[in-house]
């Protein structure tokens, strides 16, 4: 079984600048013998669940069109972390995050911004921007 936890998030004056971190933890045999998809996700209150950044298993990277040239995704060679820095923080962006995985012996057709897609969830980091 796949852990996520995912921690960084703050209260933050629009403008500010945070960096959310997601841990992941329990890739049986090793992490090189799985395709590994990963993504940033969030939800704010009476809203979907929508994708914001992702990442996958060649390290090719897609980024939700409201948070280009601000957020960067990014992870670590073992993908044991996953992280996203937020530059130009807006009160728009405020949202509980989430980190996702997909993690399975063989890759396959990916929509990067589906929750469907994905077989692992963290618990969620909550970021509020204020005006």
């Known amino acids: 079984q796949v852990q996520l936890v995912e921690s960084g998030g703050d209260s933050v004056q629009a403008g500010g600048s945070l960096r959310l971190s997601c841990t992941a933890s329990g890739y049986r045999d090793g992490y090189s013998r799985y395709c590994i998809h990963m993504a940033w996700f969030r939800q704010a209150p009476g809203k979907l669940r929508e994708g914001v950044a992702a990442?996958?298993?060649?390290?090719?990277?897609r980024y939700r069109d409201s948070v280009k040239g601000r957020f960067t995704i990014s992870q670590d060679n073992a993908k044991s972390n996953l992280y996203l820095q937020m530059d130009g923080l807006k009160p728009e962006d405020t949202a509980m995050y989430y980190c996702?995985?997909?993690?399975?012996?063989?890759?396959?057709?990916?929509?990067?911004?589906?929750?469907?897609?994905?077989?692992?969830w963290g618990q969620g980091t909550q970021v509020t921007v204020s005006a």
């Open positions: 996702a995985a997909y993690v399975f012996r063989l890759c396959a057709t990916w929509d990067p911004f589906a929750s469907s897609a994905y077989n692992y």
């Open positions: 990442i996958d298993n060649d390290g090719s990277t």
